[in-house]
């Protein structure tokens, strides 16, 4: 039996995106004023006593979206409710009943379902009994709750609990073998990918740029794995970030990054690369994440390119990055796809690898036997081994008699030597260098991982957000 799903539903601003980060218990949906924020299905599993659910984030009923995808944000808010075990129809202690909630009313009237009707914003008691009109809905008991004061959970959760069908050994999904995270500019592709892979209209599919502004998670069945894909919010310049809204989508897309095991960069084969590619990569190589250079709708390119050259493109563009494979796709027909999920899995399984001392350090002999370091401030560097301390990525410490004795030319020699004969051929190898007399290190190559945040890609708290409000990075 599947996972039972509890939708929120209602109107717009009622609350729906801070309820659901609420019961999650972490920021998911990017809450914002601005009505029609969500417009994608957002989902996440949370435990409700010794029951296992899933709840569901939904766009607001009855808005017109600028962006003319009000029949798409419709459509996604109608498989909610089809699929949910439970809704939650949530309202506006503070503004009381409005024309919308009477659209929610009429739209659910048909749902053979259990309909909890949350009364959210209900700050202080003093709130309560302006909210009793909600009673003529005939949905039953009013739950008062507030997302923001933290009022009122334990009551909603054992109304859930109540209103879930007969527990039938609900088994957790199985852990998630592989996180891949499709990231990359708008319009490349990234939606329809998602889609292709679970099957159905998971996420909105539009030519609009920046459809897609939360990052939603996708999990799907693939030989037996349980795979997930998180889309994410098309990268854009620095100077098109005006907005919260624009804010948040690309702090989550770069901490989606962050938590995959495998990054998708997505290419349109019809564009040229762009500056906004090139950062978004140098991302991705700061947080040593093993990546694939996706070019996707190669149908519309191959009357003008050739495979070969076009890998020679991306090569000549990407210099640093020579090691990361390409995968030409059509998402739009599936073509490539199995072959694109196999490599995402070699490429997890290379990072997941460890080697011997004895074998890492008979490769640093050959490389350093084949090419010696230079003298730096009259002294020779030197290396007297190395061990590897970590996975995911694989990460190397060299002690050294000092670590200000290898130039960067140097290190990147080193490490395409450990790429081209240890089994991390196409992926980042983080690698620290020592100085085994001192203890101390240098720079970035220091013994210990650097411990400041990384940095945002081509991205500034819009000017709206006052200084000294909390700085959300690692959270949001």
Known sequence: MSIPQVAIVGRPNVGKSSLFNWLAGRRISIVDPTPGVTRDRIVTPITVGDRYIEIVDTGGMGIHDKDNLTEEVERQISHAIDRAAVILFLVDARSGIVPLDEVVVDRLRGARKPILLVANKTDTDKQLPSAAEFYRFGFGDVIHVSAMQNRGKPELLTRILRALPMHVDEPRDAEPSLKIAIVGRRNTGKSTFINGLAQEERTIVSEIEGTTRDSVDVHFQRDGRTIIAIDTAGARYRTGIKTDVDFY???????????????????????????????????????????????????????????????????????????????????????NTQMLLDLAQSLYNQAAARVSTGELNRVLRMAIDAQAPSLRMNRQGRVYYATQVATLPP???LFTNGPELFDKTYQRYLLKTFRDHLPFHDIAIKMYLRDKDRGDAEGENSGKPPRARPKRLGSKRPKSKKKGTGDLWQDV
Not at 278 to 307: M, S
Request: glycine fraction near 4%.
């Open 395 to 397: 990460t190397v410490v």
């Open 249 to 335: 989508s690309l702090a989550r897309a770069e901490r989606s990054i962050r938590r995959a095991d495998v990054v998708l960069h997505f290419f349109d084969a019809a564009e040229k690369t762009s500056l906004v590619d090139k950062q978004l990569a140098g991302y991705v190589l700061e947080q040593f994440k093993p990546c694939i250079f996706v070019v996707n709708k190669w149908d519309l390119a191959k009357d003008r390119h050739v495979t070969e050259e076009y890998g020679d493109y991306m090569r000549k563009t990407f210099p640093s990055l020579d090691f990361v494979p390409i995968a030409f796709i059509t998402a739009k027909t599936g073509k």
